[in-house]
């Protein structure tokens, strides 16, 4: 039998893995159900997300400042690429924005690598948030506690603007129907910009969030990237809700895994995906024939 | 539009493309700057090539071609390094066979989905097979790579032709990818290949036409396994090691900027991206380590202004597609 209290910590800690997918999928599913776009450059933002904030940690020498900045500036660089690179193919197929991220993000990696170099960096968690707090059960780091809350609190923001603002509304409308939102005379060029600029900044955040975590490297896009494709599969490309359930069961699969059976830690989300294609191929709350 | 000569000789041999090719690559050793190059070149071809059958031709997007191209490649490998198979034709059956079954399988999970979800599902399959290789160090070698690949001798009746010299090699690959781009061109030829262009440019009217669309891509996914896990099988041997990354995301990567540079949907595309890629890798890194860099800026170009990629420009879109 094994230990409970640790059984427990496993439990948390795909709790916080789960967040930062999560934080992902939501963003690449927000941009998919509006724009089509399937953002490949993705993970690749969460990556310099975590290289910006290493670098303004060093520049402001505050974490909390880093943690607002650091996304603005990841999420202006994501309107500058929807302005001037994925408009151009808007009217294409779905292929070509996805090519284009694609290249986009091999690009990303080896400019990161030029200028913060090839070896990996390592962040510090805040001095507030440092060290463990005892949960009574169990002890579990602070700082993975603030994760999980930061994602809570994001994800509430996301939905209020989603459901009780104006513009909220006009992308929950563009994503239905983006032709009968044209018909009505609102310009879904800006929306677009600001969704895609959403997404990015999300994705920004969750890199800087996981630096202190899993370290900064220049391959830690890719890696997530892949995962983040099997949470929208299996969660249902478009649905916000589908991400987050999705995303927190692929946490939760990957850190019971890795408890009891490490070997197949890095499998098994791939088999959870077979499965789900099998029973439910077009995943727990995806609707079929979107952009197929 | 009047074109120049170029544009010319290369609608002549887009007229005639297994004439062209043959004497185009029986002299292309001669080319090129080093004899290893025309090689690499020529295999790296002919998985843009399986690639190109299924995207280019049947319009359906993998970004796990890795996976074909690895298990031909450990296929071919194991058959000769655990196996101890003492001859070179049986580890070759034996490494398409791997990737076929290989082929067949992920094509079928995969096809339960359509457009973009294809791409990330082909991406997943393929990361998988990675991590399973990576993991089954016992068999595989791990991260070191499958090592201890003998090359035997090509055997044909009455004929013993030792592969270490590297133009031998060149040539004894040559006439596989011959056969390979012979047969490529009769599947296109074939009514099967006709109802793949079908699929491509409307798959619902290919429905309401009565094919039976899933079988037909099925069909194409194995054969597109087929020929991939031949330049796996090759480069197998080509190496005598099989790293572990050819099954990684990084290989998948390299085709889809090989097949698209050389341009997706026309006969000699991916061998003119190949080529494209490898002498620009070849040059760039004289100059810089970030040379991928530089690839990913040409790639997103190319998708921008020149979707039809170098070979499809040339011939101005009117053959193949």
Redesign the interface.
Known sequence: MPDLSALAAQVFTGLVLGGILVLMAIGLSLIFGLMTVVNFAHGAFYMLGAYVAFSLLGVTKSFWATLVLAPLVVATLGFLVERFLIRRLYGRGPDDPLLLTFGLSLAMVEGVKLLWGKIGLTVDPPKQLAGAVDLGFMNFPVYRLFVVAVTAVVLVALWLFLEKTNVGLIIRAGSRDALMVRALGLDLNRIWLLVFGIGIGMAGLAGVLAGPMRGVYAEMGVEIIIECFVVVVVGGMGSLVGAIVAGLLMGEIVSLTTFFAPKLAEIVIFMVMAVVLLVRPSGFFGETGLAE | MPRGAVGRVADWVAAHPIPSFVVFFALFPFLVPYKSLATQILVFGLFALGFNLLYGYTGL?S?GHAAYYGLGAYGTGLALAKLKVASLWPALGLGLATAVVGGALAGF?CL??????F???T???S??LY??A??AADLTGGDDGLRGIPLHPLTLPGLSISLRNPIAFYYFAYVLVVLAVAGLKRILDSPFGAVLGAIRENSDRAVACGYDINRVKLLSFVFSALFTGLAGALDALRLTVVPVESLY?STS?QV??MT?LGGAGTFFGPFVGAATFLVLEDRLSIFTE?W??V???I??AF??FL?KGIWGTLTGGLHGR
């Open positions: 997007l970004f999970f339960r989905r359509r457009g973009i979800y791409a990330m599902l991406l997943a399959f990361q998988m991590f399973v990576f993991h995301y990567a889809v900027i698209l970030s991928q860099l690839i990913g800026v790639f997103m998708v921008l979707p």
